[in-house]
């Protein structure tokens, strides 16, 4: 079946510093890939997507690159500010409808 | 609607009671999902709707979990005979037509506590 494997958190990191969050993932077909981004106390939104392989998606400094030929799909953001601090997760979406999610990464940006 | 709409924010029930879970997806929505949030976990797949008719069930974790849409508009998940571990948080989303490049719209979910 489709899974999703992302690294653990929590990160932790301080104002300025390059973030990179792991995400690979195994899918029948050619999936879309996402990241999902819950803000503390919001709801989940969506942060970017790339639907095809070699696609970069890209949204308020994050970007992620599908990469079919290893499976993956990483997120990052050269320069984080305190207001990245939030739960990250990355999805796909492969044949049929649902939405597959990783475990979520939480990340934390000191000031 | 604005937004997806979940209701109640927060519902807190004993071991063994039935529970329903409201969704309203925003307005013109044809796809509808339900998901849970476990503390600690990732998000896990329940139930989508196309329309009134779920194509896909495959997630309910037991046949104590159930759920419907009406109208091409509002669910309702229904949990019957809660335990401790289906306390979690139950979060709706819903898209246009269910494409598989839309992104889904979540509500801010329910938070289920089981005594």
């Known amino acids: 079946g489709n899974s999703v494997t992302q690294m653990e958190g929590p990160v932790t990191l301080s104002e300025e510093a390059f973030l990179t969050i792991n995400c690979t993932y195994t899918?029948?077909?050619?999936?879309?890939l996402f990241w999902y981004v819950q803000y503390p106390g919001e709801g989940l939104q969506l942060l970017l997507k790339a639907t095809k392989a070699d696609d970069k998606g890209s949204n308020k400094g994050f970007e992620a690159t599908y990469r079919k030929e290893t499976t993956s799909f990483h997120l990052e953001k050269g320069s984080v500010q305190v207001s990245d601090s939030a739960v990250y997760f990355c999805?796909?979406?492969?044949?049929?409808?649902?939405?597959?999610f990783g475990g979520g990464t939480r990340v934390l940006v000191k000031p | 609607g604005a937004g997806v709409s979940q209701s109640p924010s927060n519902k807190v029930t004993e071991k063994g009671k039935d529970v329903e879970l409201r969704c309203d997806p925003i307005?013109?929505?044809?796809?509808l999902y339900w998901y849970r949030q476990s503390l600690g976990q990732g998000l896990e797949f329940l139930i989508y709707f196309q329309g009134n008719s779920a194509p896909d069930k495959s997630g309910l974790p037991s046949d104590r979990f159930s759920a419907e849409r009406t109208g091409g508009s509002v669910s309702t998940l229904t949990i019957q005979r809660t335990q401790q571990e289906d306390s979690a948080v139950y979060l709706c989303a819903s898209s246009l037509i269910g494409g598989s490049n839309e992104k889904l719209f979540f509500g801010s979910g329910t938070q289920l506590s089981v005594l």
């Open positions: 307005s013109g929505h044809t796809a």
């Open positions: 899918a029948t077909g050619y999936p879309s």
């Open positions: 999805a796909l979406r492969a044949a049929g409808n649902k939405l597959t």
